[in-house]
């Protein structure tokens, strides 16, 4: 509680240091003209040109703005769009088989499907590792005994 009371001075202090460092005292030739405050301003920083541009940057990193055909032909069949940007649904793990669809801490994303590879016998390990017909996967090891 004491250190949110220093915190708080702190910052009040600092804020009215700046506060009276900005406000400047001009006062005129004669000395009967009663002295006023002045704010003094800083000088505006140019705009960027980046910002200035009214369309968008070519050669910004590509956004597929909802179209899944802009997908199709940059990365590939399985590829579509989003969030803006184009994924991969069969291996992302934060778009697995459907935008927005995670796989929980302990799974991966295995042909658009959330699969834990320490037990998955279809993916054992790591993803499309198959065990033999009637194996089966421990710790991702086909037939661990």
């Known amino acids: ?18 506060a009276i460092t900005t406000l400047t005292i001009s006062s005129t030739a004669t000395t009967t003209t009663p002295s006023r ?57 934060h778009n697995c088989g459907a935008c927005k669809n995670k796989c929980k801490f302990t799974r991966s994303c295995c042909d658009g499907e959330c699969v834990n590879l320490a037990y998955d016998k279809r993916n054992c390990g ?10 089966y996967c421990i710790y991702g090891l086909c037939n661990y005994a």
């Open 126 to 135: 790591s993803c499309g590792t198959k065990c033999m017909p009637g194996g």
């Open 37 to 93: 405050l002045s704010i003094r301003t800083f000088p505006t920083r140019p705009r960027s040109r980046f910002l200035a541009e009214k369309e968008a940057n070519p050669r910004a990193a590509d956004h597929c703005k909802k179209d899944d055909e802009i997908c199709y032909i940059l990365e590939g069949k399985n590829s579509t769009c989003c969030n803006n940007k184009c994924m991969d649904l069969s291996e992302d793990k």
């Open 1 to 18: 509680m004491k250190i949110m009371q220093i915190i708080f001075m702190v910052t009040i202090t600092i804020t009215i240091t700046i």
